[in-house]
């Protein structure tokens, strides 16, 4: 029987998993011209699986195979000649009917002569059958033939030789059961093959694919892409002879948060035998590269691994073309819409692609209204060109400056892929001269955010991220100054490193007033791994005072964080017992923990029902004690797969004044989450107004109100609203209630870029982008003459969520576009009547009315610029609702989703 090579183009001598000898690989026959069809397609849709509902093309041609030469002493090297003739491109979706873009274009039209003409030429490929080579990782397997030498022209376009790489990496396969490492136009990849009687099936773990390719993600699960890629190629086989190959390939993604956010790729090759004839003798000579230039001189090997290309973008606007379309979009009065943010990311976008030069001009002759956002853009681009230009425009010397420096400086800590530049461009400006103490303060704080995603992202070890941590603790552990100890203190809040935890501790249980809160709290955002037996027992001694007295805000912090990490069964019942020993408030404040805890079920809750069982824990003189302080946890949101829950804690002096009031919002995803926001407001030391006595360990109290912000994992440089008696009666006279802003902006919260190479040879583009623009603010107003005091915190945010895929083939382009976008606002008001005791309190959280817009656009495109557009729009009204704040009403705010018209087009464009 002849032994016919290269899968599919043969007959198989004898099929089994075990040949012995050189003959154990397939032969094409010699003086024999093998004529083939090969198509290959790509379809795109977001995983509804209509074939209606998909944009895509297909690419087919003939395809010419012969042996030019096999080596003498063997088998196992031959050189074969592959073409592609008669190449046409056309739809998938045949209902397109007038809409067809290709409709009454030829092939020369669609594609470029000149890229047809190269497409066209022919290409080359050495196969060797069941060697190992000395720099390849595969094992020496029976039936496996192996790409060893692509040769194509040279200077050819890389999006043409990507395809005839596509092409030429069906030829490589085995024929039996087994699994090895193989190098085609996905990369280095673990390929497994099962043989059966009539088929091979081949499996390519694309996710262990070695190839350099641009991309980032957001490293957090919560705000992060999944994906998953499948490819299979199976190789039919009839009487012996493999007759086709068909492959699929399968990328499909989405938004992990927001089910609305997905896409699917879909690409195909069909290579089918269809007959034989006579074809050119076989060359003689001992040398596959003699052979190669006596073919044509003009021949050169490439790596038969896919290359990078980049489209060329005819017509579009140049940066700055750009940026006065844009900054219409970026005034103040516009930020609360939703066309602000998706401006916004469009202008990071192409700021991507911007020179330092270009970037640096728009900087410099902006309008001072619309400055802070463009900075806001300037920095979420993250290259090295926005960098040195931001750098370049900004002065840390100077305080005049304030608002665009720390714009820039909240920037990078929201930033979504920071590297180690960044981290070394802060360093240096935190040790050269800054104008601004408020600035310097941020730059640390944000030195430690850096720190922290750089170590997330496994880059612990960079000399930049060694450096920051020697800063840190260096300087938290020889801070002179209250003022440089809280500074680092924050800074270590953002970047938790365990070794800054002994620090931590000392200044929790040595600390005084503020310090030891903020040390405290710190501690709080550990992971459970790191509040150990050792750090527990030091918050068992701040809560019960064993060593000092402690305020009220610390103990009931360093409560919080034992209950909320595995609490042992004396720790939970040693505090259940303190209650109705403490101060009036704090008793109350603690019943409310507990009681939420049950309530919610937090992990603590079995342990705490157990020592609840005992009548000395359990009695009505401890669980009867009055007060206003409380705490409480509820939904905002819930659903199998996600949940977004708020809590709010608010503790009370016993003479009726705020001491701190604590609003959270989280975003889980499994067992992944995501601090949202956090909003405080503290005070302290304001007895003295209101003629009253001081609860324990807060005596000596200075006069201080502020409020301090996690925003997405990241603490804030916190805001003062004032600080000592004299300030306070200052601002108490010429307050105008008037909330002051503790961060607002632009912000890109998501951020996903990947770039896929399909097995076909065309180019996959991800892109996943979320941006808001935010606005928390916070106020406190004191009232001597009506014995009241309020507090306000208000958040508005407007968020746009855009994915767009797009699958390039250089000549035509399909794509799909998906957004999501709604503009909400919370607002959290708590007012405090101290006239009397007990005081009158009221709370209430509001979340008003919203609107919920979804798009979805589909297009193809020649790069001559004709093309097909459908578009998509939903709109729903989310309804306005309030939040139950206390656990005597308890019902979740229900979501209330009012449905608006659909509209649909499509056309031409």
Partial sequence: MILLAVLFLCFISSYSASVKGHTTGLSLNNDRLYKLTYSTEVLLDRGKGKLQDNVGYRISSNVDVALLWRNPDGDDDQLIQITMKDVNVENVNQQRGEKNIFKGKSPPKIIGKENLEALQRPMLLHLIHGKKLQN??????????????????KNEPVAIENIKRGLASLFQTQLSSGTTNEVDISGNCKVTYQAHQDKVIKIKALDSCKIERSGFTTPNQVLGVSSKATSVTTYKIEDSFVIAVLAEEIHALGLNFLRTITGKIVSKQKLELKTTEAGPRLMSGKQVTAMVKAVDSKYTAIPIVGQIFQSQCK????????????????????????????????????????????????????????LPQLVDAVTSAQTSDSLEAILDFLDFKSDSSVILQERFLYACGFASHPNEELLRALISKFKGSIGSNDIRETVMIIIGALVRKLCQNEGCKLKAVVEAKKLILG????????????????????????????????????GEGHISHLATTTLQRYDLPFITDEVKKTLNRIYHQNHKVHEKTVRTTAAA???????????????????????????????????????????????????????????????????????????????????????????????????????????????????????????????????????EGEENLDSYAGMSAILFDVQLRPVTFFNGYSDLMSKMLSASGDPITVVKGLILIIDHSQELQLQSGLKANIEVQGGLAIDISGAMEFSLWYRESKTRVKNRVTVVITSDITVDSSFVKAGLETSTETEAGLEFISTVQFSQYPFLVCMQMDKDEAPFRQFEKKYERLSTGRG??????????????????????????????????????????
Wanted: hydrophobic share 40%.
């Fill in 315 to 370: 017509g579009c606007p140049s940066l700055l073309e750009h940026w006065q379309s844009t900054r219409k979009y970026l005034q103040p009065d516009n930020l609360s819409k939703a066309e602000a943010v998706r401006n916004f990311l469009a202008f990071v976008q192409h700021l991507r692609t911007a020179k330092k030069e270009e970037i640096l001009q728009i900087l410099k002759t902006e309008s001072k209204e619309v």
């Fill in 136 to 153: 390849w990782s595969v094992r020496s397997l029976p039936g496996f033939i192996q790409v060893k030498d692509f040769y194509s022209y």
């Fill in 561 to 695: 964080i034992i209950l909320n990490n595995n609490p042992s069964y004396m720790e939970v019942k040693n505090i259940l017992l303190s209650i109705g020993e403490l101060p009036q408030e704090m008793n109350k404040y603690m019943l409310s923990i507990v009681q939420d805890i049950l309530r919610f079920e937090i992990p603590a809750s079995k342990m705490v029902r157990r020592v609840l069982k005992e009548m000395v824990a359990h009695n009505y003189d401890r669980f009867s004690r009055s007060g206003s302080s409380s705490a409480y946890t509820g939904y905002i949101e819930r659903s199998p797969h996600s949940a977004s829950t708020y809590s709010l804690d608010i503790l009370y002096s016993g003479s009726g004044i705020l001491r701190r009031s604590n609003l959270n919002v989280f975003q889980y995803i499994g067992k992944a989450g995501l601090h949202g926001s956090q909003v405080v407001i503290e005070a302290q030391g304001l007895e003295a107004l209101i003629a009253a006595i001081p609860d």
């Fill in 868 to 909: 097909y557009v459908s578009q998509r729009r939903k709109e729903s009204l989310l309804s306005g609702c309030e939040f139950p704040l206390h656990q005597e009403n308890s019902d979740m705010c229900k979501v209330v989703f009012a449905p608006q018209p659909d509209s649909t087009s499509s056309g031409w464009f």
């Fill in 475 to 510: 300087g938290l552990e020889k801070a002179g100054k209250k003022e440089d100890t809280t500074m680092y203190l924050l800074a270590l809040k953002n970047a938790l490193l365990p070794e800054g935890i002994p620090l931590l501790l000392k200044y929790a249980e040595a």
